[in-house]
């Protein structure tokens, strides 16, 4: 309810996904085996089902237990701050791939064959990214898919010269973040993973858990290393 609240288009599974992924009840299966691989619309297998089923089992009998409680907590805190018209349109984007699951070099919801596997449709980490900015039309939108020109994160993450890069705390929504392995200090070689922010603390990305919200906090947050703005890249935005 927070997101339709803050004036997004989200899908009606939006809820449950999220909170799905936040407790861990979902499977990533390895690259090798991303034919496996589902969909929000598709079945779930009974394997599926069995996989989830554990994980909730694994909780405990106790409706208040911790992973539950900190979940209901983190549902509860979701908000969003003011945004624009151009930052509401890719974040509807980005949330309308809610549920999607991650596929290594995938950057569709429809079938595809990368490296070698053919899996329903889903996103890696970049693919993600890529989808939204690149792949997306929007009307007006003048240079903005211009603005990404390499496909993988690294490509990605040094296409703007350190003046512009953008620090934790001057992050708006729909930024496009990238995390290496020394933070801050991280050199365009050891960043590897990607999202775009969505605003008070929390961003949605394509990782293990899929096509999911997470926090800006614990190993998200010290391994930061800067964000870029496509929106002000394309004059869109100030």
Same mark, same amino acid.
């Given at each position: =309810?927070?997101?339709?609240?803050?004036?997004?288009?989200?899908?009606?599974?939006?809820?449950?996904?999220?909170?799905?992924?936040?407790?861990?009840?979902?499977l990533n299966?390895?690259?090798?085996?991303?034919f496996?691989?589902?969909?929000? =619309?598709?079945?779930?297998t009974?394997?599926?089902?069995?996989?989830?089923?554990? #994980?909730?089992?694994?909780?405990?009998?106790?409706?208040?237990?911790? +992973?539950?409680?900190?979940?209901?907590?983190?549902?509860?805190?979701?908000?969003?701050? #003011?945004? %624009?018209?151009? +930052?509401?349109?890719?974040? %509807?984007?980005?949330?309308?791939?809610? *549920?999607?699951?991650?596929?290594?070099?995938?950057?569709s919801?429809?079938?595809?064959?990368?490296?070698?596997?053919?899996?329903?449709?889903?996103?890696?980490?970049?693919?993600?990214?890529?989808?939204?900015?690149?792949?997306?039309?929007?009307?007006?939108e003048?240079?903005?898919?211009?603005?990404?020109?390499?496909?993988?994160?690294?490509?990605?993450?040094?296409?703007?010269?350190?003046?512009?890069? $953008? *620090?934790?705390?001057?992050?708006?929504?729909?930024?496009? $973040?990238?995390?290496?392995?020394?933070?801050? %200090?991280?050199?365009?070689? #050891? $960043?590897?993973?990607? *999202?775009?922010?969505?605003? %008070?603390?929390?961003?949605?990305?394509?990782?293990?858990?899929?096509?999911?919200?997470? +926090?800006?906090?614990?190993?998200?947050? +010290?391994?930061?290393?800067?964000?870029?703005?496509?929106?002000?890249?394309?004059?869109? #935005?100030?």
């Amino acid at each position: =309810q927070g997101a339709r609240a803050d004036g997004l288009a989200v899908p009606s599974r939006f809820g449950t996904e999220v909170v799905a992924r936040l407790l861990g009840l979902r499977l990533n299966h390895p690259a090798a085996q991303d034919f496996l691989e589902l969909r929000p =619309q598709d079945p779930a297998t009974r394997a599926e089902a069995a996989y989830s089923a554990a #994980q909730i089992l694994s909780f405990g009998l106790l409706a208040d237990s911790w +992973q539950i409680a900190q979940v209901k907590s983190l549902a509860a805190s979701f908000t969003l701050p #003011q945004i %624009n018209d151009w +930052q509401r349109q890719l974040l %509807n984007t980005a949330f309308s791939k809610i *549920g999607m699951p991650y596929v290594w070099g995938g950057v569709s919801d429809a079938t595809e064959t990368d490296f070698g596997v053919t899996a329903r449709g889903g996103y890696d980490c970049s693919g993600f990214v890529w989808r939204v900015y690149k792949l997306q039309s929007y009307p007006n939108e003048g240079t903005l898919a211009s603005t990404l020109r390499g496909r993988t994160t690294y490509t990605m993450s040094v296409e703007v010269p350190r003046s512009k890069r $953008i *620090g934790f705390t001057k992050l708006q929504p729909a930024d496009v $973040i990238f995390f290496g392995s020394r933070g801050p %200090n991280s050199k365009g070689s #050891q $960043i590897s993973h990607t *999202g775009i922010y969505v605003g %008070n603390g929390w961003f949605i990305q394509s990782s293990d858990e899929g096509v999911a919200l997470a +926090q800006l906090t614990g190993w998200y947050k +010290q391994r930061f290393a800067w964000g870029r703005r496509p929106l002000r890249e394309a004059g869109l #935005q100030p």
